[in-house]
């Protein structure tokens, strides 16, 4: 069974950082490129970063360049995003999301507050 677990968020003042985690399981970790995206409520989910699965390719949405940092590490089983320069445009529900064999696989997801 696939499982995905976020970690890391929180209520941070803007100007803050925060690093959110996901952990992996019952999946082939190495072979799966990884993303994280994040959702507002009434709007579709927006994919923010994603990796490759050697760390060789990584896209950023437009919004977070320069501020998020997208990273994994595949002896744990876990992908990380770095989180810098909060702005409170980027409160939203943060989920973790592995992109196996055609499949897509999502976690739980994690709340990420920036207060003004």
């Known amino acids: 069974q696939v499982q995905l677990v976020e970690s890391g968020g929180g209520l941070v003042q803007a100007g803050g950082s925060l690093r959110l985690s996901c952990v992996a399981s019952?999946?082939?970790?190495?072979?799966?490129?990884m993303a994280w995206s994040r959702q507002t409520p009434g709007k579709e989910r927006e994919l923010v970063a994603r990796?490759?699965?050697?760390?060789?390719?990584?896209n950023y949405q437009n919004s977070v360049k320069g501020r998020f940092t997208i990273s994994r590490d595949n002896a744990k089983n876990t992908v990380y995003l770095q989180m810098n320069s909060l702005k409170p445009e980027d409160t939203a529900v943060y989920y973790c999301?592995?992109?196996?064999?055609?499949?897509?696989?999502w976690g739980q997801g994690t709340q990420v507050t920036v207060s003004s």
């Open positions: 999301r592995a992109d196996c064999s055609s499949r897509h696989y």
């Open positions: 990796i490759g699965r050697f760390s060789v390719t990584i």
């Open positions: 019952g999946l082939a970790f190495s072979s799966c490129p």
